[in-house]
């Protein structure tokens, strides 16, 4: 399948990275002019606050997150990355507007997503690049609302009211950075009761359910100017909700869209589009806040940023699918 090539782009992206066996055993300064840092100066702790409206498969959002460099050295680091989200659901400004985040039914009340990744970085003193890799584990708990269409809302009732699933992935990303470009490839990959192969989908609302989707992508971004970035990329997603089992089809490829602006060091805004199947075109925006102590603002660069930065990619994204009434409901349950 198509979306198996993305992963072997994923797997190649990391094996083909040159490795820093010789240019870490080096100082910065040993080697020239080319890069003129030193993680050892530039690459602190930092903490800060972050949120973005709702998106295919992401809820409004706003919470909280670390970036812990663990071991140092002149051209590399090791480092562990946190965050907790506070969901706050989807827009519900009135019955005349509302929208869902995952199709179909609202997400509605609040709950706490999770979102860890152990991650290394270095910088190749020859190619003038850095390079980053990091795997880690996301969970979001669900809580659903009702379904946008009045009619269907009264018509399902009877088969469960709104409910409560709880979802995990595991990710993997691997990234390449210049003094204005940068190449990411990633993969989301569900895991536990709904995850991949389970061939089950949670149960939220009447003949409704939630799957969480597996998403593998590959984005490009080039600063145009000082402190104005953009992006563009391509992603295949897939879950367990698929015909004919269940009405509308999910997997497919999707086109993103991004515009950053720097407001600080470390700090950015950010305005996205993107475009799939089955969300559609969604439109979403962002912050990320964070704040550094230490020395070494005066050495800032593409390269520090790329240093101290959190890894992206962290969202558990949930499709939510209609039932198929023609099929038999043990089918769609997965027993």
């Not at 990320?288 to 990619?313: C, L, M």
Request: charged share 20%.
């Amino acid at each position: 399948m198509l979306h198996r090539l993305i992963i072997r782009l994923l797997a190649a992206a990391i094996a083909i990275s040159p490795l820093p066996l010789k240019a870490q055993e080096d100082r910065p300064e040993d080697l020239g002019d080319v890069i003129s840092i030193n993680f050892e100066d530039v690459v602190k702790f930092n903490w800060g606050f972050q949120g973005g409206l709702q998106d295919s498969g992401i809820t409004n959002r706003i919470g909280v997150g670390f970036f812990y460099p663990f071991s140092i050295k002149p051209n590399s680091v090791w480092f562990l990355d946190g965050r907790f989200d506070l969901n706050l659901g989807d827009y519900n400004i009135s019955p005349e507007y509302l929208s869902s985040s995952i199709n179909d039914v609202q997400v509605q009340g609040v709950s706490i997503s999770t979102s860890t990744r152990l991650g290394y970085r270095w910088i190749d003193l020859h190619l003038n690049r850095g390079f980053s890799v990091s795997a880690g584990y996301d969970s979001r708990p669900l809580v659903a609302g009702f379904p946008m269409n009045e009619f269907i809302k009264v018509a399902t009732a009877f088969r469960g009211g709104p409910q409560t699933q709880f979802f995990q992935q595991l990710a993997l990303s691997a990234a390449t950075s210049g003094e204005k470009s940068k190449v990411s490839a990633y993969g989301l990959f569900p895991i536990g009761e709904y995850g991949i192969g389970s061939n089950k989908v949670a149960p939220i609302y009447g003949f409704y359910a939630a799957s969480p989707l597996m998403t593998t992508g590959v984005d490009v971004e080039y600063m145009v100017i000082p402190s104005i970035k953009v992006l563009a990329g391509f992603y295949y997603q897939s879950n367990e909700s698929e015909p004919p089992l269940y009405v509308d089809p999910v997997s497919g490829f999707g086109f993103k869209a991004q515009l950053t602006g720097d407001i600080s060091d470390y700090s950015s805004i950010y305005a996205r589009m993107t475009r799939d199947l089955n969300f559609k075109t969604r439109y979403s925006a962002g912050f990320i806040v964070r704040f550094q102590r230490g020395d070494g603002q005066d050495k800032k660069n593409a390269f520090t940023d790329f240093a101290n930065s959190s890894p992206d990619y962290r969202d558990v994204r949930v499709n939510c699918s209609e039932a198929n009434p023609s099929r038999a409901e043990d089918e769609q349950c997965g027993d």
